[in-house]
């Protein structure tokens, strides 16, 4: 009979990677640490094997086609991101077990044998994995491209994995990857709920996790908070679990969390987080974030899209907008909009390019990843023309 024997949560921050010069580097640090500590609840459970709830930030999967639920079930997990690549072996008898029997139970569960995935993987795979030889079970839920699973649909694809878990023989562990706070390429990036993040994290401390699953998925886009629909599918697994905090960070922009919830540590339910509020009141106001962006601005998302995957054209944005548009068809606004790209290097932070590319109809989450994308091709050719000014210098 299977068991479930490790199970946690983690965010999966970008900057853990590149450490930008606008991030509090100790703060980064702290992360890491509690990533790591995590990492060695490995070490002490020694699970056969690593359930990854993981989701994506439209680098994956896109306009083109996002599905609610999927598997990686291919032979390898890989994941690329900020210059990393990780190619990790997955569980593949287990991957399959799992397609076949989620959707005989109801799920309609799409998969892939090859998907790259993006950071919401690299980032744990680095500081939690960290090259431990525990082969994976990859794990898609749409959190970015409404319209979302509800967190109480997440915890019912968790029963059933449990149930699946339950019939096998390995030895599990859960990682749920993603939260908490935070609102990537949307005004509100510099002010996080960390309020709202302090509650459910009190919560979940005494195995109150019905605070979650009891929530809409409007209320989760208030509080900049859709990734925790992987911390429900996890809570679906493992139940009504006592949870301990390792590592609260309020970032500039970013509430980190690290929690585990199985193997429970003595003491764990009396570490509460001191200064979290009673009582959290949502505003209800329906999404404001992360709505599904305008038909009409298809072919702005496809090339922002397509522009975090080819290096030539990320050049080109940069160095011949004009042509570019008219390749690609833009309309006027869309075109105006993309102009923030030929600004990527010429403002304090590269969050303040993506508001002109989200007025112009591109999702916010793909104008932030496509800006981090174009700016390090920015920095690519600056210093290419710093290398020729020097070498016709010296000529």
């Not at 946690?8 to 640090?29: G, I, K, N, S, V």
């Not at 990533?35 to 609840?41: Q, V």
């Not at 709830?53 to 609610?68: A, K, N, R, Y």
């Not at 709920?193 to 409007?218: C, H, K, P």
Request: proline letters at 6%; charged letters at 25%; hydrophobic letters at 45%.
């Amino acid at each position: 009979m299977g068991e479930i024997v490790a199970a946690m949560a983690t965010c999966h921050a970008p900057q853990l990677f590149t450490y930008p010069p606008d991030e509090d580097h100790a703060q980064l640090d702290a992360t890491v640490a509690a990533m790591r500590a995590l990492g060695r609840i490995l070490d002490e459970s020694k699970p056969d094997v690593l359930v990854f709830l993981g989701s994506d930030h439209l680098e994956t999967f896109s306009i083109g086609c996002v599905p609610t639920f999927a598997i990686v079930a291919g032979n390898r997990a890989v994941a690329e991101f900020a210059g990393r690549r990780f190619d990790l072996p997955i569980h593949r008898e287990m991957a399959e077990d799992f397609l076949t029997r989620l959707v005989r139970a109801g799920f309609d569960m799409a998969y892939s044998e090859d998907a790259v995935l993006g950071h919401t993987f690299a980032v744990p795979f680095e500081f939690v994995l960290e090259g431990r030889d525990i082969p994976v079970v990859p794990f898609h839920t749409n959190v970015y491209m409404p319209p979302l699973p509800s967190p109480a649909r997440c915890a019912a694809l968790g029963n059933e994995i449990a149930r699946i878990i339950a019939a096998r023989p390995e030895r599990v562990a859960i990682l749920a990857s993603g939260g908490m706070s935070h609102y990537p390429g949307t005004w509100k990036y510099p002010q996080p709920d960390f309020d709202f993040d302090r509650w459910m994290i009190s919560r979940l401390q005494s195995g109150d996790t019905n605070a979650l699953l009891q929530m809409t998925v409007e209320q989760l886009d208030e509080v900049g908070n859709t990734e925790l629909l992987n911390w429900a599918t996890l809570f679906g697994v493992i139940g009504n679990q006592r949870g301990e905090l390792l590592q609260y960070t309020p970032t500039w922009h970013h509430g980190h969390a690290m929690m585990r919830f199985l193997p429970e540590t003595p003491g764990a339910a009396a570490s509460v987080i001191a200064d979290g509020p009673s009582e959290y009141q949502f505003k209800n106001q329906g999404f404001e974030f992360y709505k599904h962006p305008p038909a009409t601005a298809y072919k702005l998302n496809k090339l922002l899209f397509e522009v975090r995957r080819d290096g030539e054209l990320r050049r080109r944005l940069l160095t011949d907008l004009d042509g570019v548009a008219a390749e690609w068809g833009l309309s006027a606004e869309e075109k105006e909009g993309a102009r923030a790209i030929a600004a990527v290097g010429k403002t304090a932070k590269i969050s303040d390019n993506a508001a002109a590319l989200v007025k112009a109809g591109a999702h916010p989450l793909q104008a932030l990843m496509s800006l981090h994308a174009l700016h390090g091709e920015f920095k690519k050719l600056q210093r290419e023309l710093g290398e020729k000014n020097k070498a016709g210098e010296k000529t």
